[in-house]
């Protein structure tokens, strides 16, 4: 299973990006995938997660309403749209595949495997 995450890049707060994760190696459209991300120092935080079809998601409290996650099965690439960012949302950003299949998994261990990471970088 590969894992390709890019979109990352710097930005002023307020800005917006879009990640991108294409996926190989699996049959994409039977896994949740996920978004985590990790800033300098911390551990890794769980951001958001969109189910098998694309039909649900869950995302964290400090990028709720200003993330979206999205997926396009046909194409084996999962999107995650960043809205209104600002420092706090600096970090290394991964996409995953969940092992749980039928709700929000939000910790790390529930996922077992990572894209190489696409780093974020929001100035003030």
């Known amino acids: 299973v590969q894992l390709q995450a890019s979109g990352g890049g710097s930005v002023q707060a307020g800005g917006s990006l879009k990640l991108s994760c294409a996926a190989s190696?699996?049959?994409?459209?039977?896994?949740?995938m996920g978004w985590f991300r990790q800033a300098p120092g911390k551990e890794r935080e769980f951001v958001a997660q969109?189910?098998?079809?694309?039909?649900?998601?869950g995302y964290s409290d400090s990028v709720k309403g200003r993330f979206t996650i999205s997926r396009d099965n046909a194409k084996n690439t999962l999107y995650l749209q960043m809205n209104n960012l600002g420092p706090e949302d600096t970090a290394v950003y991964y996409c995953?595949?969940?092992?749980?299949?039928?709700?929000?998994?939000?910790?790390?261990?529930?996922?077992?495997?990572w894209g190489q990471g696409t780093l974020v970088t929001v100035s003030s």
């Open positions: 190696g699996l049959t994409f459209s039977q896994y949740r």
């Open positions: 995953a595949v969940s092992r749980i299949i039928l709700s929000v998994a939000r910790i790390p261990s529930n996922y077992y495997h």
């Open positions: 969109i189910s098998q079809n694309g039909g649900t998601a």
